[in-house]
C-alpha cells in the first residue's frame, strides 16, 4: 500500500511539472475571458424621430463592428438629462456619450454655432465636413472644447441639408410678415432673427409642436420633411416654407466622454473613427430616400402647401447674420474659427458653383411638363 500511495504521488509530481511544462513549451493558457465594455448614452432627440433613429443606427454599426465587445445602449432625450443638457452629462461622466448637435451648446461658447447656423459663407454641409475634416475645423473644435472645460471627444458627422425657414400660419411674402411672430429656432439663429424683428423662443425639438398648439407660437422651423412630420407639425400648420440661410449647413454631433474614449484599446478607437464616418455617408443616402417620401406624403396626405421663402427674407437673413458676427468683434476663438471657415468657402464655392451643373434643366427635361 505504501508503495502504490508513494508511486501515485510521484506520477502526480511529474504530471504536474509536465503541465508547467507544457505551458512554458507554448500551449494555450485558458484565460477568463472579459466582459463587454457597456456606454450609456443619450440623443437630444424624441424617440420617434428620424434622428434618434440615426443615433441608433451609428450605436448599431459599432456593436457589429466589435463583435459586441462594445455595446452602446441610446436612450432618447430626457431619459437622464433635458436635451440641452447633453454636454454637461457627458463631460461629467453621467452620460458615456451622446447624439446632438453643436449649436445646442451655443449657450456656453458662441463660436460652437459656426458647425451649423449661418449660411457658412455660402458652403453646403458637405463642405462644411470638408472644411472640418481637412481645412482645420477638427483642431479648432478641440481648441473650442478645451477653453470651455468640456471633458469630450467630439465628431461631427451626418452633414444636413438646407433646412426650411419653417411652418407659419400663413404664407411668408415678405420682410415685413416676419416682424412679431413668435418663433422657435436655436443657436446664432436666434440672434439673426431677433435682428429681423422676430421674438424668438429656442425649445427642444419634442417641445415645438405643443407650444404651437397652445398657441405660444406662431411659427418655428425644426429640420426636414421627416422629423417635422413625425413631430406632428401638419397637425398645428399647412403652411411651409422652403429654403433659408439660417441653418444652410448644419452638422450632427457624436460625442464621447474623453476619459472613457482614452480607455479604450486602440484597435476599438479605430473602428469608431471610421464608423463614424461610414454612418456619415449612410445618413445622408437614408436622408435622401425618407426626407423626398415624406416630402410628398405632406402635400398628398396632409395637405400642406410648401413655398419658397422670398429672395428679400433670405437677404434680410444675410445682412443680420454679418451684423451678429460684427457684435462677436471680442470673442477671438469666434473670429478665428470664422476666419478659417471664410478662407476655405471662398475657394470651395467656387470651384462647386463653377464646376458642377445645375440640375434643375435636367429635372425639367425629364419630368417637366410638356409642350405638345
Sequence with gaps: MKEAAASRRKFLSGAGAAAAGAATLGFPTIVKAQGPISFKWQSTWPAKDIFHEYANDFAKKINDMTGGDLKIEVLPAGAVVPAFGLLDAVTKGTLDGGHGVLVYHYGKQNALALWGSGPAYG??????????????????????????GANVVSFPYGPMWTQPLGWFKKPVTKAADMKGLKYRTVGMSI??????????????????VPAMDRGLLDAAEFNNMTSDRLLGFPDVSKVCMLQSYHQNAEQFEIMFNKAKFDALPAKMKAIIENGVEAASQDLVWKSIDRYSKDYV??????KVKFYKTPDAVLQDQLKAYDAAVAKRKDNALFNEIAASQKAFAQRAVKWDLDNNVNRRMAYN????????
Design 123 to 148: 458652403m453646403d454641409a458637405q463642405q462644411l465636413m470638408a472644411w472640418h475634416k481637412y481645412g482645420g475645423g477638427k483642431e479648432l473644435l478641440a481648441k473650442l472644447y478645451a477653453s470651455i
Design 191 to 208: 440672434d439673426v432673427f431677433t435682428s429681423m424683428g422676430v421674438a424668438v423662443n429656442a425649445l427642444p425639438g419634442g417641445e415645438i
Design 297 to 302: 406624403e405632406l402635400q398628398t396626405k396632409d
Design 365 to 372: 427635361h425629364y419630368f417637366g411638363a410638356k409642350k405638345a
